[in-house]
């Protein structure tokens, strides 16, 4: 296993951190609220300049920032897009964000970019693949990354190793770390059908850098019990479950709050982080009975 | 062919396809209809994007409609950047190349104009030329030549794109209904002082002015000249003072003895 920088003048706490929304910015740089850190998705940052830059500029003089991408296309089976890699590297040596990652999903394919995360075959063939990206990347910004479990809604007959050992292995030989979603692996369990209790007490806890936690939606189709990964919503009580067994065994973890659609006001959004801060209080008290 | 190169391509033809029930053949057997969730979340969040990108041609033509535009624009498209920060490029001409135009002729021209809105919002941050940076030069300002600021874009329509611009984007807690819109052509200055984009009509003098200076690489003198045959009551002092208040130059000056802003 490779050695590889932590960023060296920052780390993210482990706090509670949430997701920056240009509609929160007066509340977060009027009241200078107790949030542990701050993600941003780094394709959000990708221009020449202006007030956009400048938000994160004032963001990141006060907060720890965490750059969670959602466009390297990692799990893709082709090079990675060069000036796509090259506009990441500017945004991490300019803002020195406290952590990198990314998700092993895909989300282009011979220059058409598709705006979301796809599932990324899981077979020897393409684990080298996905090693490969994550080594180009972190030789190429100088840090490392983490990886994110995907969110699933479809088996691919072709799948040859489980999902947590793929994630693993990948992070084993790349050095890389793991971002455990939570949320996604709740999803994933109830859509294809395996047991998240397993899952969550197999994760390699030294492998993992940060924490997820989403609300998710069930589809709208009353035929098909299907839930979706809509970042609209709470985070669900059987979610908290899980966060709260994952932190009891591996001990605390920078923990996110996702809310991209029907985003709520600040307020809102500080509450659902406090409560997940209270969540990793018991958890390392060793009491994950909390009410939520 | 490698399975997994023909696993990728079969995904990708089946989100693109014109079909809404299309699923690849790689997904398990009973789980086709679930292919629908990748596909509606690759379509809503393209055209989302597009519709940041262009509010005020989403507001004009509803939300039902805008969703066919997008889903032309999205299918005409051969590439796409791993960033939507500026999304959309192209879709001023594809609306120009749309039936929407007979109905809506203006529309193509609100789209360069949202489209220079979001370029100039993006655009590198470069100090603009003030007042005070051609203090003690005022015996070279006939001769001078300007650089427009990087931050700085000029939309010329037969449309008054302006004033629709304005009725559909309405200054929050303004009096007053809806002003009367006069079938004109106009030219539209766009700027980002202060890190805030700004948009102001210019006279024809003005605009005549301005692609001098700009476009046409003319001095000062040169640029108020031509102005003033376009337009015999262009204004010199108070066009150039607006000019510079709304930061429409570059502070790098190519004058003969410099003034400090050079190599920044």
Excluded at chain 1, 196 to 221: K, Q, S, T, Y
Excluded at chain 2, 125 to 146: C, F, R, S, Y
Excluded at chain 2, 243 to 263: I, K, S, V, Y
């Amino acid at each position: 296993m490779k050695t590889l920088t932590q960023n060296s003048k920052r780390s993210l706490p482990s706090r509670a951190g949430v997701g920056f929304k240009a509609e929160h910015a007066q509340d977060i740089f009027g009241k200078a609220p107790a949030v542990g850190w701050f993600e941003v998705h780094p394709e959000n940052y990708m221009v020449a300049g202006g007030p956009r830059l400048a938000m994160l500029e004032d963001l990141s003089a006060q907060y720890p920032i965490s750059m969670h991408g959602v466009g390297l296309s990692l799990g893709g089976g082709e090079p990675l897009n060069k000036s796509h890699l090259a506009d990441l590297k500017r945004l991490v040596d300019r803002f020195n964000p406290a952590m990198v990652s990314e998700h092993i999903a895909w989300s282009a394919h011979e220059g058409l970019y598709m705006a979301d995360l796809l599932p990324t075959p899981m077979t020897h063939t393409s684990l080298a693949q996905l090693v490969d990206a994550i080594n180009t990347v972190q030789d190429y910004i100088g840090l490392r990354i983490l990886i994110e479990n995907p969110t699933s809604y479809v088996p691919l007959p072709q799948n040859s190793i489980p999902e947590l050992e793929f994630i693993s292995e990948a992070a084993e030989r790349s050095g890389c770390g793991l971002l455990i979603d939570v949320n996604n692996v709740y999803i994933s369990a109830h859509n294809l059908g395996f047991d998240a209790n397993a899952f969550i007490d197999a994760v390699p806890g030294d492998l993992v850098g940060e924490i997820h936690l989403a609300g998710h939606e069930e589809d709208f189709n009353p035929e098909d019990n299907v839930l979706i990964d809509t970042h609209s919503r709470p985070v669900a009580d059987p979610v908290w479950d899980l966060f709260d067994r994952l932190m009891a065994r591996i001990g605390r973890k920078p923990t996110l709050i996702e809310w991209d659609n029907d985003v709520p006001g600040w307020d809102v959004l500080a509450r659902e982080a406090a409560l997940a801060d209270r969540h990793l209080d018991y958890a390392v008290a060793d009491k994950f009975e909390v009410a939520s | 062919m490698t399975a997994l190169k023909a696993f990728y391509d079969g995904f990708t033809d089946a989100l693109n396809a014109s079909e809404p029930d299309a699923a690849p053949s790689s997904v398990a057997e009973g789980y086709a209809h679930r292919f629908r969730i990748y596909r509606n979340n690759v379509h809503r969040g393209l055209y989302d994007a597009l519709g940041a990108a262009y509010p005020t041609v989403h507001k004009l033509v509803g939300d039902g409609f805008f969703d066919r535009l997008a889903q032309g624009f999205v299918q005409s498209e051969t590439t796409r950047a791993g960033s939507l920060a500026l999304y959309g490029a192209g879709f001023a001409e594809f609306l120009a190349n749309h039936p929407v135009r007979e109905s809506l002729p203006y529309l193509p021209d609100i789209a360069r104009l949202e489209r220079a809105r979001l370029e100039v919002s993006t655009s590198a941050d470069a100090k603009p030329l003030m007042a005070d940076d051609l203090a003690g030069l005022e015996d070279q300002l006939e001769a001078m030549k300007l650089q427009v600021h990087p931050a700085c874009q000029v939309i010329s329509s037969s449309y008054p794109v302006f004033s629709i611009w304005n009725v559909q984007n309405p200054v929050e807690g303004a009096q007053g209904g809806k002003a009367s819109i006069v079938q004109r052509a106009e030219t539209v200055l766009v700027t980002r002082p202060y890190m805030q984009v700004e948009m102001r009509l210019l006279s024809a003098g003005q605009a005549v002015f301005f692609a001098a200076l700009t476009r046409g690489g003319l001095s000062l003198g040169g640029a108020c000249a031509e102005a003033l045959q376009a337009d015999p009551d262009f204004d010199v002092i108070a066009s150039f003072a607006e000019f510079l208040t709304t930061g429409a130059f570059d502070a790098r000056l190519n004058t003969p003895r410099g003034n400090g802003h050079d190599d920044e």
